[in-house]
């Protein structure tokens, strides 16, 4: 049963996953481009003339880059688009008419909620490579090839890790690591918080859903930005260690918050939520 | 609450019906789609159901629906009361009462899409879960397809989950019907959406059908069609209990009727019941809840 559940939600979310992969991939390209040629002019005009003051080059320069800042941006927004969608699709689905349909399948809650979190959970996960495969290029780009451009932004999204690491390979890993750690995070959180919503409000349960989500993400944030900044300002042996473990316990609880959250998701479900 | 006959004797849970009490209803019309056995004459069965645990297989003996003080509340409203029943298998029973009596809340906790406050419900002896699910065929008052679905996906759908599901009797169903299934749901009437979730509600050979406001939305000519040959001839050995209104077009059909008000039952009879009173079940609740 739990295969095919994912293969339905596999069916009806491949179409939006197709569309905004594809805006990816072209915002990417464009960027890369955009930052290429940005490069191209900068040596040229500096070749030229010895000074970016050319108007005309800066000019380009400028519109490039901004070409290339809007495309990173929508390189982003397509990750986060798919991740509103897959979201809405479960509350949709459970909570709202459709859920007349879900809720009354043989089936059990902890095998509803599980096939959605698979599946949204993986598509995710590979649009998050794809989107730092594409940040990859531009960095590329702009830095006129230089490799280490690969790990330094694949550690940037090791959150405390990066300041532990040098920005080598382990640091490149580990950031690729709390990607994925975080795109379970983030799905788990939501439906969670979803799953509460419906449960708790008589009225705007997506608002409360929001409210619960952003709530319990800006306390998580908070407690672990103190902790982050309290030992680079103490009397520490080693920086590196010990904030590579603040990290660690960060990557650990977003892990224990993504776990709770969907068994929480499906006790309630199974337990509590009413359909209207 | 009364239920009726108030002296009935209530043995421990025999395979079969009791000899009636009433005198039993005519015998029904040959159905169109030769059903398999008659349908049982008593709606008035032991109360108590076998006992079984969480992931037993559904119990032959057990009534097909036993309810124990069933009571749900919304905050300080209460809007189904210590709600006690059973219901043996083969009966067709109207849930009738007037709006708010709660009998959407019954239907709803039976499937298992709300919980109940207090109290019990059993499904052939299994509490509400998967396997429960897998003996109920629940048909809701709301359409529940996404619009993005065509009629024929819905229909592969229905086969791909429940293991009961008959995509040819769905197929000739909608022909008769005049659905096409090729049709976008999003194309559809509100018409149109009942009757293909009654195809597909019906087209299940389930244990138990709830069928929450089935005809409130099609045309005469499909009422008719519906009523006397899906809901009366289909299913001779399963249970069926239906809300609606619509207490005139149904009362053909039924076998017993429950009638509902403020959450409470008031009374649980066989339809001889009323016509024994010399007037019709219509009659009869137009009386019960005259304004």
């Known amino acids: ?276 | 609450m009364s239920e009726f006959p108030p002296s009935q004797p209530a043995p421990a849970a025999p395979p079969t019906p009791p000899a009636p009490a009433f005198a039993p209803e005519a015998p029904q019309p040959a159905p169109a789609f030769a059903p398999e056995a008659p349908r049982p004459t008593s709606a008035f069965v032991p109360e108590a159901p076998q006992a079984a645990p969480a992931f037993a297989a559904p119990s032959p003996s057990a009534p097909v629906l036993w309810c124990q003080n069933l009571t749900k509340t919304y905050g300080s409203a209460v809007a189904l009361d210590r709600f006690t029943i059973s219901v043996p298998a083969g009966r067709i029973v109207g849930l009738l009462g007037p709006n708010g009596s709660g009998k959407t809340t019954l239907l709803k906790m039976i499937a298992g899409v709300s919980h109940p406050t207090a109290g019990e419900v059993r499904v052939a002896g299994l509490p509400v879960g998967p396997q429960s699910k897998a003996l109920v065929s629940y048909l809701p008052e709301r359409p529940y397809f996404s619009r993005s679905m065509r009629v024929r996906e819905m229909l592969a759908y229905f086969a791909d989950f429940y293991a009961d599901f008959d995509s040819a009797l769905a197929h000739e169903m909608l022909g008769r019907l005049g659905v096409d299934p090729a049709a976008a749901c999003s194309t559809l009437s509100k018409g149109t959406v009942e009757k293909v979730q009654l195809t597909l509600v019906m087209a299940r050979h389930a244990a138990l059908y709830l069928l929450d406001e089935p005809i409130g939305g099609v045309d005469p000519a499909a009422r008719d069609y519906i009523l006397s040959t899906i809901i009366r001839a289909y299913r001779p050995q399963s249970t069926i209990i239906l809300s609606t209104h619509l207490v005139r077009d149904v009362e053909s059909v039924l076998d017993d009727f429950i009638l509902l008000r403020y959450g409470q039952m008031l009374l649980h009879a066989p339809v001889a019941y009323v016509r024994e009173k010399g007037t019709t079940l219509d009659a009869f609740f137009r009386e019960e809840f005259r304004c």
């Open chain 1, 1 to 276: 049963m739990l295969g095919k559940l994912m293969t339905y939600e596999l069916r009806a979310l491949w179409k939006p996953a197709a569309i905004m992969l594809a805006i990816m991939v072209v915002a990417g390209i464009a960027g890369t481009a955009c930052l290429g040629a940005t490069r191209a002019i900068s040596e040229v005009s500096w070749g030229a003339y010895g000074s970016l003051a050319a108007p005309t080059a800066g000019n380009a320069t400028v519109v490039l880059f901004m070409g290339a800042l809007f495309c990173g941006f929508l390189v982003w927004a397509a990750v986060a688009a798919f991740y509103v969608f897959s979201t809405m699709r479960f509350y949709r689905t459970l909570f709202t008419d459709e859920g007349y349909l879900t809720l009354t399948l043989p089936v059990s809650t902890g095998k509803l909620v599980m096939a959605k979190f698979w599946v949204s959970y993986l598509v995710l996960a590979a649009f998050a490579l794809v989107a730092l495969l594409m940040y990859t290029l531009m960095a590329l780009a702009i830095s006129g090839g230089d490799v280490d451009a690969v790990t330094g932004v694949a550690s940037m999204m090791g959150g405390w890790f990066a300041f532990a690491a040098d920005g080598d390979g382990l640091s490149a890993l580990l950031g690729y690591g709390n990607m994925l750690v975080t795109c379970a995070y983030a799905l788990g959180l939501a439906y969670g918080s979803l799953t509460l919503g419906a449960w708790w409000a008589r009225r705007h349960k997506v608002a409360a859903a929001v409210g619960v989500y952003l709530g319990v993400g800006w306390v998580l944030s908070l407690v672990f930005s103190i902790a982050g900044v309290l030992v680079m300002s103490g009397d520490v042996a080693s920086w590196d260690f010990t904030l590579g473990a603040v990290a660690v316990v960060q990557l650990l609880m977003n892990l224990a918050v993504a776990v709770g959250s969907l068994a929480l998701s499906a006790h309630l479900v199974r337990t509590k939520v009413d359909l209207n």
